[in-house]
């Protein structure tokens, strides 16, 4: 299978113009107001002045509904990024390092904790969102990779192990608050990739 039909867990916002989908944006508005996304159902549905009887309704668990918050975000942020899509792996991590040190999305790595929490709390819970945004990152990265002369396996590997480094260097930043320490780890990964780009180029 090519890596550009790998195949990734279905997960799609509400339909434009849906009640779902105006129930998710008053659920996004509430939790940019309180600044704090690790809430129960029944705090957010009264926030928002409904029950959590109808957010289970339209959403199912807690842990889908903060799924599908990720990626409104997720939506909202890339809208707001250059036209010009990353021509390579470097570009594209650079993008996505630059997207977590950015303090107006704090909220997306609250979810981003909350729910890796959740999972590590409880192995049986599903976390379609998380997972979709994780697959896809790798599907782009293994795309990228490809297209700059690794192999399919190769630049797949190297996907998922860019992801997992990028992920503990945030990890990183947080617990340790030497943002000039991580970033200069953040540019020996940058290097890794370029030098396995350069590397490929030369086979």
Known sequence: MDADQTPIPPIS??????RAEKMLLDVVAELRRQGNVNRSLRQIA??????????????????HLLSLVMLQLSKEYIARLS??????RAER????????????????TQLLFVLASSAAERPDVEL????????????YLARLGEEEG??????????????????GLYLDFFI???SARVDES?????????NSTDAAARR
């Open 150 to 167: 690794l192999s399919r396996q190769i630049a797949e590997e190297e996907g998922r192990y860019i992801i997992a480094s990028l992920l």
């Open 13 to 18: 916002l509400p339909p434009e113009g849906s």
């Open 186 to 194: 953040f540019a020996t990964l940058k290097r890794w990739v370029q």
């Open 46 to 63: 009264t926030g928002i002045g409904t029950s959590h009887r109808m957010l289970q309704y339209y959403f199912g668990t807690r842990e």
């Open 176 to 178: 340790s608050k030497d």
């Open 83 to 88: 036209p010009i899509p990353p021509q390579n």
């Open 93 to 108: 991590i650079q993008r996505t390092w630059d997207m977590f040190r950015d303090p107006n999305n704090r909220l997306q």
């Open 128 to 139: 379609p969102g998380l997972r979709h945004d994780l697959d896809a990152f790798a599907h």
